[in-house]
């Protein structure tokens, strides 16, 4: 590997100075015969009029079961898509009703028509302890994407109570997210708490050495992550094409791989940040490289110092990824973001998914705990079946971003600020 810098001893910090200790769970909450919104982020592909991927809608089952098992009337308050503030019916949430009908059978579940007003108000009024409403899309109104507390209160008028279980949408500061919390008591949902406790334990309070693992095709959409991690972690694992404008950075010469040579300045400024923090960055020693990427085209394994001109780098090399092995065997906390290496084209998925079996045996074994993230990251995880063995996988792809880059989330920042007001 390439050694920018030998690892010391760090200080820990704080995600955006928040105190999670203020942010309380609905578990021990009597919520019998209460009105209970529970945000949640229904933001699920849409084809034919039918839900195609259901994973956001069971990951807050537990939550809206628990509930509604416990006498309350659960009123589901989400977005979908970006209809900006005007009614569309392709982005109806009428089919994710559907869906969450399927998924509890037991259960009452009735579609609202409307979010707020009088249609809101006769479907709300009809439901007993027990049942779930699933109200029509919040971004049909203009107030929620505008935080506007006016809106807020109408929904807030519906309920007794406030739950966010919308982890994913935490980075958003909408109406229905953050100004809702000012006119109702509020509580994390099961899903947002186990979201919040592991990112929070993985970010801010690691058992040490840390690795992040941060892959992805661009440095410059991840520049704020790149910059805060090197201040918290004791190694960063740089992947995927950001990983060559790194190499530029170092003077190597990469051939026709992608990279963005405007960025090269920054690239140097993160390694510049490590050394200081005493972070060491690594970056393959060998790679694999091809003409092309698309499927069977061919390939060779070779030292990182000598990518032929026409070659592009599409995955990190066997020894490189053996070098990452190794490192693991000392690491105690993994934090990882991003492929390695170009996934979704066989054969340039090997390198994530080999160090992802190993992170999955490591961590299964109880040497390791491993918090992953982001829809590739989950996407590879899940193709190397080793999802399952991660300690926790993300739902969140922006807002896990956004806490990596050292960002006060809205939704957790609403939260915490309820739990300080309600605080003795
Ligand atoms: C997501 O899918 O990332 C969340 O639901 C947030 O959606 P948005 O990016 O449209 O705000
Ligand atoms: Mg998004």
New binding site residues.
């Given amino acids: 590997m390439n050694e920018v810098s030998s690892p010391v001893a760090l200080g820990k910090g704080s995600a955006g100075g928040l105190d999670l200790s203020r942010v309380r769970s609905i578990d021990g909450v009597d919520v019998h015969g209460k009105r209970v919104l529970v945000r949640v982020?229904f933001?699920v592909p849409i084809e034919g009029g039918a839900v195609a991927d259901a994973s956001r809608i069971t990951r807050v089952l537990p939550t809206i079961a628990k509930l509604a098992r416990e006498g309350a009337k659960v009123i589901v308050l989400s977005?979908l898509?970006?209809p900006k503030g005007v009614v569309s019916p392709e982005t109806s949430l009428r089919p994710v009703a559907q869906k969450m009908k399927e998924l509890m059978p037991g259960t009452t579940v009735r579609f609202v028509g409307d979010c707020i007003g009088e249609e809101a108000k006769r479907g709300l009024g009809a439901l007993n302890p027990g049942d779930v409403a699933v109200l029509e899309n919040l971004r049909f109104y203009p107030g929620e994407e505008k935080n506007d507390p006016g809106f807020a209160k109408k929904l807030a008028a519906h309920g007794d109570l406030y739950v966010d279980d919308?982890f994913?949408?935490a980075?958003?500061a909408?109406a229905s997210i953050e100004a809702i919390a000012d006119f109702l008591p509020a509580y994390a949902g099961l899903l947002m708490m186990a979201e919040i406790t592991a990112l929070g334990e993985a970010l801010e309070n690691p058992e040490r050495p840390v690795m992040a693992i941060v892959g992805g095709a661009k440095v410059s959409t991840k520049i704020e992550v790149l910059t805060n991690l090197v201040t918290r972690m004791d190694v960063l694992v740089v992947g995927g094409g950001m990983a060559n404008t790194f190499l530029l950075a170092q003077g190597v010469k990469i051939g026709a791989s992608f990279s963005e040579p405007d960025f090269v300045a920054t690239a140097k400024d993160i390694i510049a940040r490590a050394q200081q923090a005493g972070c060491e960055i690594v970056l393959p020693s060998d790679v694999v490289v091809a003409k092309a990427l698309k499927e069977g085209v061919d390939w060779q394994v070779c030292p990182v110092r000598k990518v032929p001109a026409d070659g592009m780098i599409l995955d990190f090399g066997p020894e490189s990824v053996a070098d990452m092995k190794q490192r693991l065997a000392s690491v105690r906390t993994v934090l990882w973001n991003g492929p390695l290496g170009a996934f979704e084209t066989a054969p340039f998925g090997e390198a994530t998914f080999a160090l992802a079996r190993e992170v999955a045996r490591l961590t299964k074994e109880g040497k390791l705990v491993s918090v992953a993230g982001g829809g590739d990251t989950v996407r590879a995880l899940n193709e190397a079946h080793v999802a399952e063995d991660f300690s926790y996988v993300s739902t969140?792809?922006?807002?896990f971003l956004e806490w990596l880059g050292g960002h006060e989330l809205p939704a957790v920042r609403a939260l915490a600020r309820s739990g300080a007001h309600a605080a003795p």
């Fill in positions: 982020d933001n977005h898509g970006r919308a994913s949408s980075h958003r909408h969140a792809g922006g807002a």
